[in-house]
């Protein structure tokens, strides 16, 4: 069953090429650093505006989910009984957020430190490497959730992303 479309794949991809591109010329080739980080800007841009009028899958409103559900879905987890969901389970949206959110602020203090306001302001640039390796550790998390969702539902989420199907739902699945 066909899940996540083609704009969301390919942002998607593009996203882990320009995080993993900006993460490889941190200390040297600044001129692709710089590039590449607003490239990663503005991939999160356009994912941004896919969340609200893209297809069903790709709509924030679909997968983000309050604090009631969300913490509900923590507790299922942790007792091993969490359901299926078709598109992303409620710790999948919000994480999708928090990666998306983490992008747009390594990006913006990093062309914060390319300004005259902030050229060479140790402070701007420590933070601007905080929450790189925020954003590290925030990747670390969802691939080990990706893994663990993968083992549990026993489904092949990375496949499932490059070619955008899932199986079809079964009884106690969530769409």
Not at 13 to 29: H, N, R, S
Not at 44 to 73: C, D, I, K, N
Not at 114 to 119: K, L, P
Request: aromatic letters at 10%; a positive charge; glycine letters at 14%.
């Amino acid at each position: 069953m066909k899940v996540w479309d083609l704009p969301v794949r390919a942002l998607h991809l593009a996203l882990i090429g320009a995080v993993a591109g900006a993460w490889l010329t941190t200390e040297k080739w600044t001129h692709w650093h710089d590039a590449i980080g607003y490239t990663a800007l503005a991939v999160v841009l356009m994912r941004l505006v896919w969340g609200v009028a893209g297809s069903a899958h790709a709509r924030f409103g679909q997968f983000v989910r309050g604090p009631r559900e969300t913490f509900g879905y923590l507790g299922a987890l942790l007792r091993g009984q969490a359901s299926r969901h078709l598109g992303h389970n409620p710790l999948g949206g919000w994480m999708v957020l928090l990666l998306l959110g983490c992008v747009l602020a390594v990006g913006g203090t990093g062309w914060l430190c390319t300004t005259d306001r902030y050229w060479g302001d140790e402070t701007m640039f420590a933070l601007h490497a905080g929450l790189a390796w925020t954003l590290v550790a925030l990747v670390a998390l969802h691939l080990g959730g990706v893994f663990a969702m993968s083992l549990r539902h026993r489904e092949n989420l990375v496949a499932a992303m490059l070619h955008g199907r899932k199986r079809e739902p079964h009884e106690g699945d969530v769409s």
